[in-house]
């Protein structure tokens, strides 16, 4: 199995700009977590799903930032408009309901906002 | 609430054991886990504990539990350079449909 897979890895943008990261779940897994990692704040879980189906986004930060579970097999993570503050890592992870309960992570996007 | 601590940096030389300690505050908590972050990766679980358990042993690892003062440790026998990364504890709060709480990190330099 290829992991969870995120793109892009690396991404830098200018302020304003409108700003998607990807993922692709492990196949089988049900649920998928969006978190964002800073140095200031740590690991914070952004939101996320089951059976594609949002069950948690208190830690959206603002309706600039939207996520969205389409299929079993792909999720997005918007922010329109960016600003600075978003730089940051993004990471997705998944999880089958089933088994010891661990979440596996991706890689991380590393978001650059100029 | 829930809050999971951890201090953030330990430096130890290679050769010796590591301890790093979490606190956490959801007495209902299920699983308590650790996850280790080596530099530009995600988080990968190392090892996790049931809450009735108090002590859990995998090769050079030991997790121990003290339930009633809420405290976790993650105990490394003869620490490797390998080994330095971000440490994270994190607790499966008894309330919280399917999502952890993850601490703060404990960054461990190992030098040799």
Same mark, same amino acid.
Request: with cysteine; proline share 5%; aromatic share 10%.
């Given at each position: 199995?290829?992991?969870?897979?995120?793109?892009?890895? *690396?991404?830098?943008?200018?302020?304003?700009?409108?700003?998607?990261? @990807?993922?692709?779940? +492990?196949?089988? *897994? #049900?649920?998928?977590?969006?978190?964002?990692?800073?140095?200031?704040?740590?690991?914070?879980?952004? +939101?996320?799903?089951? #059976? #594609?189906?949002? +069950?948690?986004?208190?830690?959206?930060?603002?309706?600039?930032?939207?996520?969205?579970?389409? #299929?079993?097999?792909?999720?997005?993570?918007?922010?329109?408009?960016?600003?600075?503050?978003?730089?940051?890592?993004?990471?997705?992870?998944?999880?089958?309901?089933?088994?010891?309960?661990?979440?596996?992570?991706?890689?991380?996007? @590393?978001?650059?906002?100029? | /609430?829930?809050?999971?601590?951890?201090?953030?940096?330990?430096?130890?030389?290679?050769?010796?054991?590591?301890?790093?300690?979490?606190?956490?505050?959801?007495?209902?908590?299920?699983?308590?886990?650790?996850?280790?972050?080596?530099? /530009?990766?995600?988080? =990968?679980?190392?090892?996790?504990?049931?809450?009735?358990? $108090?002590?859990? =042993?995998? =090769?050079?690892?030991?997790?121990?539990?003290?339930?009633?003062?809420?405290?976790?440790?993650?105990?490394?026998?003869?620490?490797?350079?390998? $080994?330095?990364?971000?440490?994270?504890?994190?607790?499966?709060?008894?309330?919280?449909?399917?999502?952890?709480?993850?601490?703060?990190?404990?960054?461990?330099?190992?030098?040799?």
């Amino acid at each position: 199995d290829a992991g969870v897979i995120q793109s892009p890895r *690396h991404e830098v943008t200018e302020m304003g700009q409108e700003v998607t990261l @990807r993922c692709k779940p +492990i196949s089988g *897994h #049900n649920s998928l977590f969006w978190y964002r990692q800073t140095m200031m704040r740590g690991l914070e879980l952004l +939101i996320y799903f089951n #059976n #594609n189906v949002p +069950i948690d986004d208190s830690g959206m930060p603002e309706d600039r930032f939207s996520a969205k579970m389409p #299929n079993a097999s792909f999720s997005t993570l918007k922010i329109q408009p960016s600003e600075p503050r978003d730089s940051a890592v993004y990471f997705c992870a998944s999880r089958r309901t089933s088994g010891r309960d661990e979440q596996f992570f991706g890689p991380g996007t @590393r978001l650059t906002v100029l | /609430g829930e809050d999971v601590e951890q201090s953030l940096f330990l430096s130890v030389r290679e050769g010796d054991s590591s301890v790093i300690n979490c606190t956490y505050t959801d007495s209902s908590s299920t699983y308590l886990y650790w996850y280790k972050q080596e530099p /530009g990766a995600g988080l =990968q679980l190392l090892t996790y504990i049931f809450s009735n358990m $108090d002590m859990k =042993q995998d =090769q050079r690892l030991t997790v121990l539990l003290n339930k009633k003062d809420k405290h976790l440790s993650l105990r490394i026998a003869d620490t490797q350079t390998g $080994d330095s990364a971000i440490y994270f504890c994190a607790e499966r709060p008894g309330t919280g449909f399917q999502k952890l709480v993850f601490g703060t990190g404990t960054r461990l330099l190992v030098s040799p």
